[in-house]
């Protein structure tokens, strides 16, 4: 565990300090590849929360329905309408990334 820890400080060090060591060459420093850069990787981590999310509602409503099948049809609504707003995440964060980076 300490040196997964020791590995992810120099890794965010190493990050930190890159953009300053490129800055220093005299490149000019232009926003928009890192704009590109940023949306893919908040579309990555959207995608990834909204499935765990998703996995995990399934999951709590197949017990639920299996603990009672009597509520079966309510516990499928409530599921449904779930999915959807853990799904409407990840579309605002494609509309959001698409707008920035256009």
Known sequence: ?????????????AGLFAPAAGAAEG??????SWVVITAGFS?????????YAQAKA???????????????GVIQNMLILALV??????????????IRVK
């Open 1 to 13: 565990m300490r040196k997964f820890a020791f590995l992810l400080l120099t890794v965010l060090v």
């Open 27 to 32: 490149t000019p420093a232009t926003g928009a």
């Open 43 to 51: 579309m990555a981590i959207a995608s990834a929360a909204c499935g």
């Open 58 to 72: 399934s999951a709590a409503a197949s017990e639920s329905i299996a603990r009672n099948p009597g509520a079966s």
């Open 85 to 98: 707003l853990i799904e409407s995440m990840a579309l605002y964060t494609f509309a959001t990334m698409f």
